[in-house]
């Protein structure tokens, strides 16, 4: 016979309130197999879990009910309760009668009607609980980062730091990310590439670190602590075993394309190092448009190359490795401001510039060494229009969200332009001014001290008129139309999520929110970790931020990677499905629909009308099934069920609720 | 036809002294003249016994599970609603292609009481839509044939209505499960009505249970019904079945976009895949 023990919790008076939790009590105690039914004022303090294992010794309890918060609240809790007396920790049914119940009703009687009926449901399912046991995985010690901007450099030092290996995975021929284009940083004013050059050359050379760079991850399997990840090896042109970065190639390369690291504001070769500071600080040939590639002619880099580094017959390449974590730091591309905002000419008028490119036009190592220079003819611009929110909170052109950075960066440029152009006036465009930050305020404050002009207001159309950009828009706080005439204007764009980084999100399990942002596991208490576990999130892969929080988040995630690795073994959960393999026709049903691969089709012997055959049964990977249930519902025959919400319990729980 | 029975012997007649395959699945003759049963031709001589004429009502691809397991490859007829029935098999998972030699047949739909049959009325596919060799010419499909009339009729109905409907219809049900036999959809190496104590399916004969076995039956082949119509055939109480095969059948075109069942051995179905383009007007 059962010997089911039930505890109703008052949970101080969040329950107790609403629910007669003595009635559920006293109700719960008639059920069939219950031995013992208390209620408790705080079940999950330390006094409340006393009490249910002096309970349990003394009433010889096989089985507990807890009617309270969601289980997902104490669950673990009370298992680990469990661990210490005689009942298996998965003998446990919690009943939820806060959140499914008080919290949502105010008829006490029909709330503790509806307690009871949960109870019941609970009591019916408990009986048909069966003893299950964690087995353990073996972590495997190593990490992989997605992305190498700031917030996947940061991360990757942090583990490395720790003694861990880590891969740092990164597209582009260099590790360095935005932060490496930008000039300075707000609101300390201190030189971007400054600061992230020596991380970067860090990274570079920490025995820890090994870099990826022009690679990305097309494929992974497995699980938390043992991720099988294939990363795809773009070719490079060039053997970076070799090559010492010597430069004579670059310097001889006789094509000329559009840098887009300069943001199209200058020209590189089609050999190229992606900038002077670049780690690795070696070349790789662009074959999109070097000729040797196109055309076979011209291979003159590879007859220069003193070392022979140069093989214009290099294939991509896949690389399998196995990593105990993931960290995904994809960051961010800047909105295509072209074509959302035509009636800021579209792209057509060359001195409408992004904020990124202004970066470029006021960084030393940019097009024009840091002299702020118009693109279309080269002269010193001296009314400068700053617009800020260009496709930020504008959902009917582009984006809802505020972009977060923008307000401090137009802040940043208005003050460099001030600065660095004598006589200038600077007029920003903008909707409310955000500036949360530590100095944030003071650096905005003293910007316009400074002498920049905040209207407020959008800007609703810029056209070219003798040589000036006119900047039409409304002054909301004198409510007059206003008009500027600028000689270049400057359009502080929304960010949004790197092209291509919710698909390598998607191959690691990671889902993305509406507007393609990676979704954490939970907003405020698990901001760095995402549903897929041993799956982490860092910078503005996650959403728009600034250097401090990115770098912050970065080794927010590393020290959630640290904790991961620094175990040996994990602990799986017993609640995974199974198969009745002799019932499984093998129609792979429950193969398709398992959204964590967990299930495969094997071979297994068998008999079939008295002969030995073979056939094909499915068959789950302990290690990875997350406990869903999917295959469970779409298994005909039934032979998959999910233990711990077995197809009986659930039927069990289903009656209960019938029964008078 | 006489043509296609004599080609048809002979055909099977030579593969089966090539040993090509080992055994053959087609019609035979019955002590009627407008019947015909399954036939197995396992010798060259049983070839002379095949019959094929306007009486070869059953679809024969179930049989071809007798041989999933054998190590040689097994002959079958296949007109339009058996090569479909035989993607269905394969794309479950139950047979496997290269153990079969498909002989197409072109079909004009069969008599059943001296009239078409019910199941040839809405046939969208005569032709066999795979085959290794095709015994006579491709015949001209029905031009539009009243798939979904029925259907139509049924959802103009009150739902109090088509409840009382199936609650009729059900209440005949003899629980003899020849509809999940003849069924090509119905693969399961165990059915779910095999198994004891289930706890949501009971054995009892009755309108409660029947029901429950009916509709459960429907939402199992809902993506993978081929709508050969067998199973209202064989029906020996005259229960609509494919009134409610082929309303799921709807639902799921309209739903998912997805083409007919059978058409290929693709064992991607509408509702084991996900499609980011799929509705969610529910979530």
């Not at chain 1, 996947?152 to 003694?163: K, R, S």
């Not at chain 1, 390369?253 to 992606?274: E, G, H, M, W």
């Not at chain 1, 291979?299 to 690389?319: T, V």
């Not at chain 2, 199992?220 to 199973?231: A, K, L, M, P, V």
């Amino acid at each position: 016979m059962a010997r089911t023990g039930v505890i109703i919790c008052h949970c101080g008076s969040n329950i107790a309130s609403v629910v007669d939790v003595e009635r559920v009590a006293l109700a719960a105690g008639q059920m069939p197999g219950v031995t013992y039914a208390a209620t408790n004022k705080y079940t999950c303090s330390i006094s409340g879990q006393d009490m249910i294992k002096q309970a349990i010794a003394e009433h010889e309890l096989d089985r507990l009910v807890i009617a309270s918060c969601t289980p997902r609240m104490h669950e673990t809790t009370f298992r680990k309760m469990l661990t210490k007396t005689s009942i298996n920790p998965y003998m446990l049914e919690i009943a939820n009668i806060r959140e499914q119940c008080s919290w949502v009703h105010t008829d006490k009687e029909k709330a503790t009607e509806k307690a009871i009926d949960l109870v019941h449901m609970a009591v019916a399912k408990v009986l048909k609980d069966q003893p299950l046991f964690t087995s353990s995985i073996p972590v495997h010690k190593k990490c992989l980062v997605v992305g190498g901007g700031i917030a996947g450099i940061q991360a990757a030092l942090d583990v490395a730091e720790a003694g861990y290996e880590v891969t740092l995975v990164e597209r582009e021929p260099s590790i360095g990310g935005k932060m490496v284009m930008l000039d300075k940083t707000f609101p300390t004013l201190d030189c971007s590439a400054c600061i992230s050059t020596p991380k970067m050359a860090e990274a570079g050379a920490h025995p820890n670190i090994r870099l990826m760079t022009s690679c990305e991850i097309s494929a992974v399997t497995g699980y938390i602590g043992n991720f099988q990840v294939t990363i795809r090896q773009k070719p490079r042109y060039v053997n970076h075993d070799t090559c010492t970065g010597c430069g004579l190639c670059e310097e001889k390369c006789p094509t000329k394309v559009t840098n887009l690291f300069d943001q199209s504001l200058s020209k590189r070769k089609a050999i190229y190092k992606l900038f002077p500071q670049a780690v690795p600080a070696k070349p790789v040939i662009d074959s999109e448009h070097c000729t040797m590639l196109k055309s076979g002619k011209c291979g003159l880099c590879s007859k220069l190359c003193p070392l022979g580094c140069i093989n214009f017959e290099d294939q991509e390449d896949f690389i399998t490795e196995t990593f105990g974590a993931i960290v995904l730091a994809t960051g961010y591309d800047l909105i295509d401001w072209a074509k959302a905002y035509p009636e800021y000419g579209g792209g057509k008028y060359a001195n409408v510039i992004s904020g990124l490119q202004f970066e470029r036009l006021v960084n030393a190592s940019g097009p024009t060494e840091g002299h702020i220079q118009r693109p279309g003819d080269g002269a010193e611009p001296k009314t400068v229009v700053i617009v800020k929110c260009v496709g930020s909170r504008d959902p009917a052109k582009a984006k809802a969200y505020c972009s977060r950075a923008c307000c401090m960066y137009a802040a940043k440029h208005a003050h460099q332009i001030l600065e660095k152009i004598e006589g200038s006036k600077v007029y920003v465009f903008y909707i409310d001014v955000r500036t949360p930050g530590k100095g944030y305020e003071e650096f905005y404050d003293k910007t316009r001290a400074d002498g920049a002009v905040y209207i407020r207001g959008r800007v609703s159309k810029i056209y070219e008129e003798g040589g000036k950009l006119i900047c039409k828009g409304e002054d909301t706080l004198i409510g007059k139309q206003v008009a500027v005439e600028a000689d270049m204007v400057v359009l502080e764009t929304a960010m949004e999520p790197a092209h291509g980084s919710t698909e390598t999100a998607a191959t690691a399990g990671v889902s993305a929110d509406k507007d393609g942002w990676l979704t954490e596991a939970h907003p405020k208490l698990r901001p760095v970790e995402t549903q897929t576990a041993g799956v982490y999130l860092c910078g503005t892969a996650q959403g728009p931020k600034d250097i401090p929080d990115t770098v912050a988040q970065a080794s927010a995630a590393a020290a959630k990677v640290l904790g991961l690795l620094a175990k040996d073994e994990l602990e799986t959960s017993p609640m995974i499905s199974v198969v009745d393999a002799p019932k499984c026709s093998g129609c792979g049903f429950c193969e398709q629909v398992c959204p964590v691969k967990a299930i495969s089709m094997v071979d297994v012997p068998s008999m079939y009308n008295g002969k030995r055959v073979t056939r094909t049964v499915a068959q789950v990977n302990s290690g990875l099934c997350s406990g869903c249930g999917a295959c469970s519902a779409a298994c005909r025959t039934g032979c998959i069920d999910l233990l711990g919400f077995t197809n009986k319990q659930i039927l069990e729980e289903v009656d209960a609720l019938w029964q008078e | 036809m006489s043509d296609v029975q004599n080609t048809l012997r002979d055909r099977v007649r030579s593969l089966l002294a090539e040993g090509k395959i080992s055994c053959f699945i087609g019609w035979g003759p019955t002590r009627f003249k407008d019947r015909t049963i399954p036939k197995f031709a396992n010798k060259p001589e049983d070839a002379g016994e095949l019959v094929y004429n306007e009486h070869c009502l059953s679809n024969l691809a179930k049989y071809a599970l007798d041989f999933q397991f054998s190590a040689e490859v097994a002959g079958i007829a296949v007109r339009g609603c058996e090569s479909r029935a035989i993607n269905r098999l394969i794309a479950d998972g139950r047979l496997t292609r290269s153990k079969l030699y498909l002989v197409g047949i072109p079909c004009e739909g069969m008599l059943e009481n001296g009239s078409t049959a019910e199941k040839c009325a809405f046939c969208r596919h005569r032709n066999p839509v795979v085959y290794d060799e095709l015994i006579g010419e491709p015949v001209a499909e029905q031009e539009n044939p009243p798939r979904f009339e029925q259907v139509l009729e049924l959802e103009s109905a009150s739902s109090e209505d088509r409840y009382d409907f199936w609650q009729r219809e059900f209440a005949k049900c003899i629980r003899c499960y020849a509809c999940r036999n003849a069924c090509p959809a119905c693969n399961c190496m165990e059915c779910y009505t095999e198994q004891y104590r289930t706890g949501w399916q009971g054995k009892q004969a009755n309108t409660l249970e029947n029901s429950v076995f009916g509709f459960t039956r429907a939402y199992h082949i809902g993506d993978r019904c081929i709508e050969c119509g067998e199973c209202e055939r064989v029906c020996p109480m005259g229960i609509p079945l494919m009134k409610l095969n082929r309303k799921l059948v709807k639902d799921v075109e309209s739903l998912f976009g997805s083409e007919e069942s059978g058409l290929s051995d693709d064992a991607s179905h509408a509702l084991g895949c996900y499609d980011k383009e799929d509705l969610e007007e529910f979530m």
